[in-house]
DNA sequence: AAGCGCAGCAACCGCCTCTTG
DNA sequence: CCAAGAGGCGGTTGCTGCGCT
């Protein structure tokens, strides 16, 4: 009742400056977190996870933003091809980017650079659909099935087989400049991406399977 | 100069997972 | 164990600015 009410009260649209400054010194003061009440608390008519997401996109500090560097592309590509579209724990690999940073920026420059190349070596995958429209050029958009999003930590034969191609594909393609693994120490830890990380260096696959 | 189309990006939506009582 | 709420994530939309005709 009330939370339907809230959300049809909720403003939208882009932010105003004095509207991120609400936002901004309300988490200076209280921590990030309990972003249901933050409307209430700020007097902001704002929803909490337009809250949260502005935080987190916008407003968060050490955020970096305009042009990605080589090697950031060159690790989102590397990444994409490993998970797929989960932006998240991509961004987890580029400190400052966020998920929809990387989201953007492969939906508008990324993707149409690899559907080109992959109209160029022909690879056909005729098995990925599309829900809705995607703009004028169609970028083609991969996801990961849904038994492999719920199983973060597990991965599977198939996966394996599918990382290990990727690898000598990578290996071929990458220039050994950009082949460096890249390793940040404010980034979480994220145990089977460090694996990977690791298995490409040596150029030996890694048995995470149990 | 005006109109149109496209690219880029901020923000929203809906679903899923996690947490808490 | 279950239900409800909060948080997180990926997909999508819509606005804005820029370039082209």
């Given amino acids: 009742m009330e939370r339907r009410e809230v959300k049809t009260m909720a403003k939208k649209g882009l932010w105003k400056p004095e509207e991120d400054f609400l936002l ?7 921590g990030e977190g309990n972003w249901a009440t933050v409307s209430q608390k700020t007097g902001l008519k704002r929803g909490g996870k337009s809250c949260r997401l502005r935080w987190k996109n916008y407003l968060r500090p050490n955020i970096k933003r305009g042009m990605m560097s080589k090697e950031e592309e060159d690790l989102i590509i590397r990444m ?19 998920d929809n940073d990387i989201k953007n920026y492969w939906n508008t420059h990324l993707n149409k650079i690899c559907s080109k190349e992959k109209t160029k070596s022909k690879v056909s995958n005729n098995s990925v659909t599309k829900k809705k429209k995607i703009r004028s050029t169609s970028p083609e958009t991969t996801t990961c099935p849904p038994d492999e999003r719920k199983e973060e ?8 087989e599918e990382t290990n191609s990727f690898t000598q594909e990578t290996k071929s393609t990458l220039s050994p400049s950009t082949y460096t693994p890249l390793f940040y120490e404010d980034e979480p830890f994220m145990p089977f991406l460090d694996s990977y990380f690791f298995f490409e260096d040596i150029m030996r696959p890694v048995m995470w399977m149990p």
């Fill in 153 to 160: 930590g597990t991965l599977t034969n198939t996966w394996l």
């Fill in 24 to 30: 901004i010194k309300y988490i200076e003061t209280h």
């Fill in 80 to 98: 994409h091809k490993l998970l797929g579209n989960r932006w998240s724990l991509i961004a987890g690999r580029l400190p400052g980017r966020t």
